[in-house]
């Protein structure tokens, strides 16, 4: 699915104003249809609703949404600013429409804290859509801090009010905060990077009919990967293939007191596929390997560290779970990627080797796959003030390196070498915990290696990591979960991206 700015969504507004065609008014009463059969369909047992409405067309949402669930059976009241001028052509259509309908009353903003909820009551915030671009004026901004103050289900309509679709805001903007976001159509960026993304609560997109083809012929730079588009990525097995159709993986790791790491990367290669699979891992961890990981051969080099990483060209390689950064596996692995060109994998411990000098990013073969969470990209690249200027970094670096780097988030962001950007949708905050990064390696690893193009490995791999930590996270709850669980649940993940695909197990 594309992420469209504000000023883009506008333009498929009146794209399909023109086309369809549709006044611009009765697509507002498509939008706040929606709106109001999610809103009647998920909150059965809240049948009050209190809507705060601005004056423009994010307003004029709420006011048609509040006359709608009306007739659907709540008791509904609205908030309305009168003083600061006209409302829009359409919300002053609808504020007119509401005036017909005695069971419903029209409020002005000074008059809340008079106003009496209880705990069944629903806050549906229509005060600023997608248009905002300057932070609150001082009252819309206090009514927002009295509304962050109820602990009553916040719904808003399209964006939380205060919060812009595309960047951020000054430090001290004030937005509401939201348990639900229902936003028309697309994704906006806002609402997948934790700056901004801590406002939105769960986001619904609400499919309202805008033209197709609008959507065809724009070009953004942003996606998202949603579970139709990793599925159109996946290739079933041929029932006639053999293990030598699903490539080599090499999964090079481990240290002394470090082994897990690297047993965590094998066996999520080996449950996500490759033909055959390899582990380069120091003397210490023979037994431990052998034992968890029978299935998958090992190769021995050093006793306590990896010092020497010359290894067949037929191998696709992730390299990085457990390895350490001694000085003699530092040397070793330069050695080696100053004369390896092929793509590979390259996490953890080899990025911190890497990030010593700047000149070792030149050596990082071109078309190679690197997984830096944070604190790794800011080694690597450079400290940037926010996570939009991290990701905008990245994209400058991708470019020049030629390469893709996948920089782990709560919204993980794909970016490819032409600049291009897609945010995973899966995943749960019980990912942060040692050992999920290594999951994610040895996955990767083995995408590539069954000849998955390094684009699709990593939109793909990405997604059935975090699609197997929220089947982790429902049996396990999101603290209890480890590593190990999500790896158990690769299996299901197949299981359900086969079922798609049409193909019986």
Not at 297 to 319: A, C, P, Q, S, V
Request: charged content about 25%.
């Amino acid at each position: 699915m594309k992420i469209f700015t504000a000023e883009q969504i506008r333009n498929w507004d009146q794209f399909t104003i023109s086309y369809e065609p549709i006044s611009s008014i009765q697509l507002m009463e498509r939008a706040s249809m929606a709106v109001a059969n999610w809103i009647s369909e998920h909150c059965k047992v809240h049948r009050r609703a209190v809507v705060f409405c601005g004056n423009g067309n994010n307003g004029g949402d709420g006011l048609a949404v509040a006359r709608m669930l009306y007739l659907k059976g709540f008791d509904v009241d609205v908030f309305v600013d009168d003083s600061k001028g006209k409302f829009s052509e359409d919300a002053s259509v609808n504020l007119k429409r509401l005036g017909s309908i005695s069971g419903i009353f029209v409020r002005k903003f000074n008059q809340v804290e008079d106003y009496s909820f209880d705990d069944k009551t629903i806050v549906i915030d229509a005060l600023f859509g997608t248009g905002l671009s300057r932070p609150l004026g001082n009252e819309y901004k206090e009514l927002v801090e009295w509304i962050n103050k109820k602990e009553n289900i916040k719904i808003s309509i399209d964006v939380p009010s205060g919060l812009s679709a595309d960047r951020l805001l000054d430090d001290d903007s004030m937005v509401l905060k939201t348990d639900y976001t229902l936003s028309f159509q697309s994704w906006k960026r806002s609402f997948l990077h934790p700056e901004t993304g801590k406002y939105t609560g769960k986001v619904i997109i609400l499919d309202i009919g805008l033209k197709e083809d609008y959507n065809e012929f724009t070009e953004t730079d942003y996606q998202v990967t949603d579970d139709s588009f990793a599925g159109s990525l996946f290739k079933p097995r041929n029932d006639f293939a053999h293990k030598g159709n699903y490539g080599k993986a090499m999964i090079i790791g481990g240290s002394y007191g470090k082994i897990g790491a690297a047993v965590l990367a094998t066996k999520s290669a080996l449950k996500t596929g490759a033909g055959l699979t390899f582990t380069l891992a120091p003397q210490c961890g023979y037994e431990v390997l052998q034992t968890s990981c029978p299935e998958a051969m090992f190769i021995e080099d050093g006793e306590r560290l990896i010092k020497n990483f010359d290894l067949d060209k037929d191998l696709t390689i992730g390299i990085g779970p457990g390895l350490g950064t001694h000085k003699d596996t530092q040397k070793g692995l330069l050695n080696f990627l100053k004369n390896y060109r092929f793509p590979l994998v390259l996490d953890a411990d080899a990025l911190n080797i890497i990030a010593e000098d700047q000149g070792n990013l030149k050596l990082i073969p071109e078309k190679s796959i690197i997984t830096p969470h944070p604190k790794e990209f800011e080694r690597l690249f450079g400290k940037t003030e926010n996570s939009f200027k991290r990701l905008e970094l990245a994209r400058k670096r991708a470019v020049e390196l030629n390469i893709y780097i996948v920089l782990k988030d709560h919204h993980t962001q794909v970016i490819s070498p032409d600049g291009n950007v897609h945010y995973n949708l899966t995943g749960n905050a019980g990912l942060a915990k040692g050992g999920s990064g290594d999951i994610l390696t040895g996955i990767l690893t083995s995408l590539l290696a069954q000849g998955y193009s390094e684009k699709d490995t990593c939109i793909l791999g990405v997604w059935l990591h975090g699609k197997a930590a929220d089947l982790a996270a429902e049996k396990h709850s999101k603290e209890s979960m480890l590593p190990t669980d999500v790896i158990d649940e690769l299996g299901n993940v197949f299981i359900e991206l086969n079922r798609k695909a049409g193909r019986s197990l």
